[in-house]
């Protein structure tokens, strides 16, 4: 079993910055994919960035080029760092952990990231 915690989530105005967490119980990096998802009210759950194990990188290209998703297996946390936020950022973001080796898929509680002025 893996516990993802996220954290870092609040209010901001337009064009502020915000950094998320998602904290892992264990170390999971080397086996585990890892991915920030989000869900505003009314829509479907969709992707905003992946961190494979190997540490090659992707993103919705609705946020390509203002977030950037990072890890510190040490720390065994992962971040998204979120800067030039828009309105449409509004949404619930969730951690994801997705296993490479067995059929085991875990998501954190979310983070609420409200961005209005």
């Known amino acids: 079993q893996v516990q993802l915690v996220e954290s870092g989530g609040g209010l901001v105005q337009p064009g502020g910055s915000l950094r998320l967490s998602c904290a892992a119980s264990?170390?999971?990096?080397?086996?585990?994919?890892m991915g920030w998802y989000r869900q505003a009210p009314g829509k479907q759950r969709e992707l905003v960035a992946i961190?494979?194990?190997?540490?090659?990188?992707n993103y919705a290209d609705s946020v390509k080029g203002r977030f950037t998703i990072s890890r510190d297996n040490a720390k065994n946390t992962m971040y998204l760092q979120m800067n030039s936020l828009k309105p449409e950022d509004t949404a619930v973001y969730y951690c994801?952990?997705?296993?490479?080796?067995?059929?085991?898929?875990?998501w954190g509680q979310g983070t609420q990231v409200t961005v209005s002025s």
């Open positions: 961190i494979s194990i190997s540490g090659s990188t």
């Open positions: 994801n952990a997705k296993s490479v080796i067995i059929r085991a898929d875990y």
């Open positions: 264990r170390s999971i990096f080397s086996t585990y994919n």
